[in-house]
């Protein structure tokens, strides 16, 4: 039967639209106009409210507010969170232009700095950094890019990153920006209009990691939208693989440390099933992270480490053209039965197969761990003290031997709750394994 009138004078956009959508340099426009227009919605609502009915703006109103609930449910978050983010992107809205971008960088930065901003195809970059470390994170946006397009067509690059000197200038840049601080994140990517990933290089510098793989890891995060549908409903996939492509691009001497980690973690009781990992929303690692508790922030730890192995494994057991881990991306709540169907097993053995793998490893110290594990203390032994401690108690556990529990139970008096708890799941991990 003939298609419908509308049909023939839509499908020639959509043509139009899907060509525009493989040039670079699109993807800035389209993600600022999505932005926008979804800022509009409470605007509109209240627009038809006063113009037309004010019975029919309330009416769409509450619709639009049970629809975020709705959404905060699925994602493991609460609402008044979301709302909270809501009523901060009212307030960045203006710095969506990269001109008021770039000013808000620079005043981040400081007067002693002399930022830099250079063009890698459709990808703006600014760094506050000499320019020879520049050029080395350059090219790392340059090689994360080539790894996602050869791995996933389809994938397409971040609009701009940030990348500062000093962790509190990053901090400094995303309070203004988005109302956010006081955390201790090294790295973030988000994507209310263009697609920003933001970073903090001395973050990792002084923990004994490369600051390349903090990039890449979040160049991935960023990089795989055209692609993935709903991926960030499942964080074990969206956490595991940024994580393991950036292990195993910039940090492949990291690996065996993750093993034992691992294997630690499992000697003192801790362990995500399949069941649990797939139960993970995204709201719940904040939670996990925020509460203070051990066994909470344990998971979290976990969910890094587990999902970076469940993903290495799956491109080794793939290889080829990754058709698996593409249709997981494309419809994520059919991961169990695409995995089935490509690999002959479901989920629960795959992660199986990983755990076999971390009971098999060493407890032995590779020389990346025993350097690592050196600047490490000499970290924690700092006066007055790093802000940094937290994160190098938790590299510990996985770097550490039983020569540094005495330095561990003597942080686990520190007045520092965070700092306090840390120290104490790093001290259980090392005597789990004797």
């Given amino acids: 039967s003939p298609r419908p009138t509308l049909y023939r004078r839509v499908a020639p956009c959509a043509r139009v639209v899907a060509v525009v959508r493989r040039r670079d340099g699109y993807s800035t426009a389209v993600n600022t106009l999505r932005y926008a227009l979804l800022l509009c919605i409470f605007p509109a609502c209240l627009l038809v409210g006063l113009v037309l009915d004010w019975r029919l703006g309330l009416g769409l109103t509450l619709a639009v507010v049970l629809l975020l609930a709705w959404q905060a449910r699925r994602m493991g978050a609460s609402f008044t969170g979301i709302m909270g983010n809501l009523a901060r992107s009212y307030r960045s809205l203006p710095r969506l232009l990269w001109s008021f971008d770039r000013r808000a960088a620079e005043r981040a930065g400081g007067p002693d700095v002399q930022p830099g901003e250079v063009r890698l195809g459709p990808t703006r970059f600014y760094a506050d950094l000499p320019a020879l470390e520049a050029r080395e994170l350059q090219a790392v946006v340059r090689q994360t890019h080539a790894c996602l397009a050869e791995l996933f067509p389809g994938s397409r690059p971040v609009d701009r990153v940030l990348i500062f000197g000093r962790q509190q200038a990053m901090l400094d840049y995303i309070g203004g920006w988005l109302g956010m601080a006081g955390t201790r994140a090294a790295g973030f990517c988000f994507a209310m209009g263009p697609v920003r990933v933001v970073g903090a290089v001395d973050a990792f510098r002084e923990l004994g990691r490369d600051p390349r793989a903090l ?109 698996c881990l593409r249709a997981m991306l494309a419809e994520p709540r059919d991961a169990q039965a695409i995995i089935r169907r490509h690999l002959g097993f479901d989920g629960a053995e795959l992660l199986g197969w990983v755990e076999r793998e971390v009971e098999a490893a060493s407890f032995d110290l590779t020389p990346w761990d025993r350097s690592r594990r050196q600047v490490l203390r000499e970290l924690l032994a700092q006066e007055p003290p790093s802000r940094f401690r937290s994160s190098a108690v938790i590299g510990l556990a996985a770097c550490g031997d039983a020569e540094d529990l005495p330095l561990l139970e003597a942080l686990c008096e520190e007045d520092d709750p965070e700092l306090r708890t840390l120290a104490k799941l790093a001290a259980d991990l090392l005597r789990a394994e004797a």
């Fill in 215 to 323: 990039l890449a890891h979040e160049l991935v995060h960023g990089g795989l939208r055209g692609v993935a549908r709903g991926v960030s409903m499942y964080p074990w996939l969206n956490e595991g693989l940024a994580e393991a492509l950036a292990v195993s691009l910039f940090e492949p001497a990291r690996v065996p440390g993750i093993h034992r980690f691992l294997r630690r973690a499992r000697a003192a009781g801790h362990w995500m099933d399949w069941a649990e990992l797939w139960a993970v929303r995204p709201g719940h690692i904040l939670g996990w992270l925020q509460s203070g508790d051990h066994a909470q922030l344990m998971k979290a730890q976990l969910l890094y480490s587990q999902g970076c192995l469940l993903v290495k494994a799956l491109l080794e057991r793939e290889g080829g053209e990754h058709r």
